[in-house]
C-alpha cells in the first residue's frame, strides 16, 4: 500500500508541476504587459503635451510720433500682433495633444483636424465651440482672459466620457 500511495503522490506532483509552471508564466507575461502599456501611457501624455509658438509682427513704419512712440501704443501694436496658433487632432476618442499651454491675453487660434468620426472642439469658460465637423478642418480664435487649466472636449453624444477631454493650461 505504502507504494501506491508513493506513487500516486509522485504522479500527482509531477503533473502539478508544469500547471505551476504555465501559471507563473502567465503572471508574468501580464505583470509585463501592465508595465509596458503604463510607461507608453506616460510617454504619450509627455509627447501630446504641447507649448504653442508665439508670432509677433514688428510694426513697418514707426508711429506718428516717432521712432519710439507712446508706450501705451507701443503696448497694444505687442498685444495685438502676438498670436498662439496650434494645431489639435481629433479622432475616434482621441485629441492629440490633449494638454495645450497658452499665454493670458494672447489670441489663441486652434485649428481642428478631425480625421475621422464626427466631432467638434469646445472650451466652455471661453465660449469656444466649432461646428461638428465629419473628417475635415475647422479653425476657432479667441482670447483667453484668465488663468488655470480648463477642459476642451468632443460635446457629441458620450465622446467626452469616452475619452475626446484634454487640458488647456493658461498661464
Request: aromatic share 6%.
Amino acid at each position: 500500500m505504502d507504494e501506491q500511495q508513493q506513487s500516486s503522490t509522485t504522479e500527482a506532483k509531477s503533473n502539478l508541476n508544469p500547471l505551476l509552471i504555465v501559471v507563473i508564466l502567465i503572471i508574468v507575461a501580464a505583470v509585463g504587459v501592465m508595465l509596458w502599456l503604463g510607461n507608453n501611457k506616460n510617454t504619450n501624455q509627455a509627447a501630446n503635451q504641447v507649448v504653442p509658438t508665439t508670432t509677433a509682427t514688428a510694426p513697418t513704419n514707426p508711429p506718428a510720433g516717432g521712432p519710439t512712440g507712446s508706450a501705451s501704443e507701443s503696448a497694444m501694436g505687442k498685444q495685438m500682433a502676438a498670436e498662439q496658433a496650434i494645431t489639435v487632432e481629433g479622432g475616434n476618442f482621441f485629441f492629440k495633444p490633449n494638454v495645450i499651454t497658452v499665454k493670458k491675453g494672447e489670441k489663441v487660434k486652434v485649428t481642428f483636424n478631425n480625421t475621422g468620426g464626427m466631432h467638434d472642439f469646445v472650451i466652455d469658460e471661453f465660449n469656444v465651440k466649432t461646428d461638428v465637423i465629419k473628417t475635415g478642418t475647422t479653425t476657432v480664435e479667441f482670447t483667453p482672459d484668465k488663468t488655470g487649466t480648463f477642459a476642451f472636449y468632443c460635446s457629441v453624444g458620450m465622446h467626452r466620457k469616452m475619452g475626446m477631454e484634454g487640458k488647456l493650461i493658461v498661464q
